[in-house]
């Protein structure tokens, strides 16, 4: 039981950090844990994931995921599994599907949707890798793989798998070249820049 405690708290220090590291606006521990709801949806998803495992609590888990929505704007399906120091910027808007998988160190602006494109049972949203950065509005859909270190634009639909190190921008998705002499640019600037 302590050991459990102990990884709790570990990662939710994590995710605050996560949150501290990537976003400049964050001045407070403080302001970080009291409005920032894509925290909030983190946070709630991490307790509700964990009763998801348990058929008993299948519906208290999708209860409390559907109150966390109407709080916080950011619908995250308890089935869907998600890795350590993700940062959801905003939050609003953003959708992850049951059968979605969510690497470590994963970015996502509002409006994202990690969704389906088939009625069928069985695995039919995303696996997104590590390190992936996902601009604002961006809809990943479908039982596809987006490698490791990937940036998906702002406002992109990607149907289609991606390489690691890939950037994909427009409607459907494209791999765009990054400029041989390409400027120094955050990690999570939008790839868009690269067009």
Not at 40 to 69: D, E, N
Not at 117 to 127: A, F, L, V, W
Request: hydrophobic content about 45%; some cysteine; overall charge positive.
């Amino acid at each position: 039981m302590a050991n459990r405690i102990v990884r709790a708290v570990r990662l939710l220090r994590e995710d605050l950090q996560a949150a501290r590291d990537r976003d400049p606006a964050a001045r407070t521990t403080a302001e970080i844990v009291l409005a920032y709801p894509g925290l909030h949806a983190l946070w709630s998803h991490r307790l509700t994931h964990k009763m998801w495992q348990t058929r008993a609590l299948k519906l208290p888990a999708r209860l409390i995921s559907q109150f966390t929505r109407s709080l916080t704007g950011v619908e995250i399906h308890p089935g869907a599994t998600l890795g350590r120091r993700i940062f959801i910027d905003h939050g609003m808007g953003v959708v992850i599907g049951e059968t979605a998988v969510v690497g470590n160190g994963v970015t996502m602006f509002h409006g994202v949707t990690l969704g389906g494109r088939s009625m069928s049972h069985g695995k039919r949203h995303p696996t997104i890798g590590d390190n992936v950065v996902i601009g604002a509005g961006a809809k990943v859909l479908g039982a596809i793989w987006v490698g490791d270190g990937a940036q998906i634009g702002a406002n992109a639909v990607v149907v289609k798998e991606l390489p690691p190190g890939a950037v994909a921008v427009g409607v459907p998705a494209k791999v765009k070249d990054r400029p041989k002499a390409a400027p120094e640019v955050d990690q999570c600037e939008d790839p868009a820049i690269f067009i």
